[in-house]
């Protein structure tokens, strides 16, 4: 039987055990870092990328395959610039900032007299300045006055970096989607209510970057916006809360450690009616891991403005022509790669038996078998040819269906403890015996129960169970 899963009590450890198992294993480590890295940049390794695309399959596969009112797109990361000055994002897309006169460190800051930033700019003081007593810190006397901070990220288009060429990467998917709207409506034939999906990168020059995949300044977004008549909102609104927490449970994020929080009136922007953001007890905080939100039709309505182009919908039925208001279930994939493996870490006292019970905790990726980056690990008993052989035969038939891995080296049970702290749902044992009875051994994650499955039997067998 497998041992209980043990909490990891420590939340900072937690933090820490999971970026150093992405590192370690290869889903996660910092980006450029034979030249020294670059501020906050992450790259996904060979089985993080494969993990943030099973991520994305997943949404996909939920919300746009199998629903017939929903379609995707997948737009230009630069666009023309106008789009922005539509949106508002060139105008009002910025964060407070203080700057540090000292050293002119800055500091994203809403309220530079609130605790949570005294806090940070004090840190800053002692360990930047330490002269200056701890008492006789005042923010108001060493830092600037909080000014607002744009935080699209800038670059040109062609070779004369001159204004007329200034472009900017899109600092989220969502735009795209209203930009499109027209065409996407003539092409689809959808009706509304109907919605549009898109995936993609999205770019910020955010002020503080941090907590690992957190906040980067490059990142991932998966966003919808829903596209329905003025009424039908606060059902509407409903429907896509519901959805938000069906994808929560399916991708595996742990859902006592998620907080909705309704934004109130003062804090929501002038359109929108409704906001809820889906807050994740991080180890470094309750933050933000998704949000969703009604924006009437503001978006559609700027785009109108702005661009002179007619984006009314006509009701084929009763041939009314109106706007429609839209919900946004916004989504960063980066965060939902960072909740699903603080939510899937486990550690247990040696699972896998005497030969390998050293006094070390075993870890256990406890992803959904979906999102696994490897669904199946072939592993012969020996490295002999007359095993070898077999066993290679068996990846051959498996990787035509799924991301395997075959490995032969060192002792099996080492060989299993490599296979659950990356999550493979199963392994598959080449032994003497399979030699007489055309049979391999399953062994399953979780239970670590053991199934002697006919090889023919195999394929039949892994597809029932990575259903
Ligand atoms: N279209 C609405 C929109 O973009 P947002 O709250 O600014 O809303 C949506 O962003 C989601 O994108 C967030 O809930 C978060 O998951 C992700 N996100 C935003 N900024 C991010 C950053 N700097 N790094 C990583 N993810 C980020």
Redo the contacts with the bound molecule.
Sequence with gaps: MAKKNQKIENESDLMDKVISLAKRRGFIFPGSEIYGGLQNSWDYGPLGVELKNNIKKLWWKMFVQERADMVGIDAALIMNPKVWEASGHLGNFSDPLVECEECHERFRCDDPYSPEATRETGAHWLKHHPKIAVGSFKIEEHFTKPKQFNLMLKTFLGPAEEKANEVYFR????QAIFVDFKQILETSRQRIPFGVAQIGK?F?N?IT?GNF?????E?E?M?IEYFIKPEDWKKQFEHWLGEMKRWIKAVGIDESRVKENEIGEEDRAFYSKRTI?FEFEYPFGQK????L?YRGDYDLGQHQKFSGENLEYKDPISNEKFLPHVI?P???V???VLAVLLSCYSESDARSGKEDAVHEKEVTLRLPKAIAPIKVAILPLSKKEELTKPAEEILRTLNKNWMCQYDETQSIGKRYRRQDEIGTPYCVTVDFDSLKDNAVTVRDRDTMAQERIEIKELENYLTKKLK
Aim: glycine residues 6%; proline residues 7%; without cysteine.
């Design positions: 600092p989220e998917t969502a999205a910020r955010e970057p995949i957190f906040r980067t300044r990142f977004q966003e953001d933000e891991l998704y949000g939100a946004e916004s989504l960063g980066d965060r939902t």
